[in-house]
């Protein structure tokens, strides 16, 4: 079935998507894969119908389709897959390729991955987040961030905040610019220097003196960034 979808030809699409519907998954495997190489729309719908297939390996590879192929029904599909697949491997996946498309429209859905109990898919939610780069985003990921227990999950979202360009996301960095894990000290300084907001000056001089040398060369960097910016 997927070297049907390698060879490129249009008309293998009608016999991949009845095989979707096989007995053996691994049959629906290749089939979705396949469907995801022709990159052909028609086959959304079809491929979107697999997110209550019983195997979690089809609704992981129907994420890859479905970033394959792109538009909006591909991201609606995807989108779902994040809201409410009980795989964490396929929501991680989901939220994944939602940044592909970079669409204002799935952001409820990623926003409301930031709680997802699973640490791996509040990671890539915001990694999703921060290729769209939106300030509406701002207010969720503040409120994520801020009860964040996971290393990566954090660090994405710092990245996030810096990557949407918006001074309220400096409040937020300035708190993590003095926590615990020298790691995410070391993205606040940088995403702090990326924002250019003036408010952060004496946190960052402050940062200079940090015990951790990666954070004292970030925030002197960060200070020649918000000089640079003013």
Not at 6 to 20: N, Q
Not at 37 to 64: C, F, I, K, N, Q
Not at 78 to 102: E, I, S, Y
Not at 185 to 201: I, P, Y
């Amino acid at each position: 079935a997927w070297a049907l979808g390698k060879l490129g030809d249009r008309a293998a699409v009608a016999p991949l998507i009845t095989a979707l519907t096989d007995a053996d998954a691994q049959v629906r495997e290749m089939a979705v894969l396949g469907l995801g190489e022709l990159r052909d729309p028609s086959a959304v719908p079809a491929l979107a119908a697999m997110s209550s297939d019983p195997e979690h390996g089809v609704r992981s590879v129907m994420t890859v389709a479905l970033r394959q192929i792109e538009g909006e029904p591909a991201a609606e599909a995807l989108a779902r897959l994040v809201r409410t697949d009980g795989d964490p491997h396929t929501r991680v996946m989901a939220a994944g390729a939602l940044g592909k498309f970079r669409s204002r429209a799935r952001m409820p859905a990623l926003e409301a991955a930031l709680s997802d109990p699973d640490p791996a898919v509040r990671a890539n939610a915001a990694c999703a987040l921060e290729r769209i780069a939106e300030r509406a985003s701002v207010p969720a990921l503040l409120a994520a961030l801020a009860h964040e227990t996971d290393e990566e999950a954090a660090d994405a979202m710092i990245h996030a905040l810096g990557a949407a360009g918006d001074p309220r996301a400096a409040d937020g960095l300035v708190v993590v610019l003095s926590g615990r894990v020298p790691r995410l000290r070391e993205s606040a300084a940088a995403m702090l220097g990326k924002l250019g907001d003036e408010r952060a000056v004496d946190p960052l001089i402050a940062a200079t003196r940090d015990p951790d040398h990666e954070v004292r060369l970030t925030a002197v960097w960060a200070l020649d960034a918000l000089r640079a910016a003013h």
